[in-house]
């Protein structure tokens, strides 16, 4: 548990209900937290507090997203079919992105209600995430231990830190585990940058098994997603959308060779004839290289080669396991 516990003389009992998934199936878990309350009550701001320090991480990322990624209708019938990534990624799923992060957020706003000292007498202590052979630099200045059923995995909790105008924020719960990066928050969350990290099969190992990397612009109506893994689809695509047009590159389950679609970001079922301001991806390609048992796995054909950097072996060197395994504060 964080500082900010130790500063508690009565804390009260905070149940938050997110999704998660674990083994495969959808559950209500209850996270009982002990926290200080805020001498002040939460505004009607969305349930945070009037000025809240924290961001929210999933409204910036669905306000880059384009609007053929967030309809529920339309599948454009083809051999490589983008409509997957809609229903495995931007519907509901193991590896849907807004029920992830609003399990993130949920949390969030709970903190922002509360009296937080850890974060104004805390100097920011900076952690290493590797992600698809790269390095992060993260930073911590809370951290809150989660307590959620038996069989939902190992260490559950969040940590999260503000330096240098940046909100940093790992969550390891359950079957996911998520780390975002907020920049230029502070002055409208519109004009905010957010990077992000998250798994899918942290415990169910033989289901959804896999990683995403997004980069989200709202300002711009940028949006750029990278995915990799087993059963999600694909095992190695991306994609970026300018609110226009979209394009995306990738290998589709069941096939062996990467296939490239130009598509309307309206709908993300009629074909476009021009994506060349999509065309130069910000975000390193990323894809599966092969690996044995418990989860057999061919190597991907796209990115190819050595850019295939994610293992979905289902064993200690997969790379789902990203991030701290325990709070660094």
Request: with cysteine.
């Amino acid at each position: 548990m964080s500082s900010n516990k130790s500063s508690c003389s009565k804390p009260i009992i905070i149940v938050l209900v997110v999704g998660l998934v674990v083994v495969g199936v959808g559950l209500g878990v209850g996270l009982g937290i002990g926290l200080k309350p805020s001498a002040s009550s939460a505004s009607s701001n969305g349930g945070q507090q009037s000025g809240a320090i924290l961001p929210l991480i999933e409204p910036i990322v669905q306000s880059a997203t384009p609007p053929g990624l967030l309809s529920t209708s339309g599948r454009l019938r083809s051999l490589f079919d983008p409509s997957a990534i809609k229903s495995r990624f931007f519907q509901d799923g193991p590896a849907y992105i807004f029920s992830i992060l609003q399990g993130v957020d949920n949390r969030t706003k709970e903190i922002n209600a509360m009296s937080l000292p850890c974060l104004e007498a805390t100097t920011p202590v900076a952690y290493t995430i590797q992600f698809a052979g790269d390095n992060y630099t993260y930073y911590a200045q809370c951290s809150e231990l989660i307590s959620i059923p038996s069989g939902s995995g190992g260490s559950n909790f969040l940590q999260f830190g503000v330096f240098n105008s940046t909100a940093y924020f790992f969550a390891a719960i359950g079957d996911s585990k998520v780390a975002a990066e907020i920049s230029n928050y502070s002055v409208n969350s519109s004009e905010s940058t957010i990077r992000l990290f998250y798994s899918v099969g942290v415990v169910n190992v033989g289901g959804s098994h896999g990683v995403v990397r997004v980069l989200a612009k709202p300002a711009e109506s940028f949006l750029e997603f990278t995915a990799a893994g087993v059963g999600i689809g694909f095992c190695g695509v991306q994609f970026q959308s300018n609110g226009v047009v979209a394009q995306v590159v990738g290998v589709e389950d069941g096939s062996s060779s990467p296939s490239t679609l130009c598509l309307s970001a309206l709908d993300f079922t009629s074909t476009a004839t021009d994506c060349s301001a999509v065309s130069t991806f910000v975000l390193p390609a990323i894809g599966t290289t092969s690996s044995t048992a418990p989860n057999n796995v061919v190597q991907c054909a796209y990115p190819g080669g050595s850019a295939d950097t994610i293992v979905a072996s289902g064993d200690a060197t997969d790379s789902i396991y990203f991030g701290p395994s325990s709070p660094v504060v």
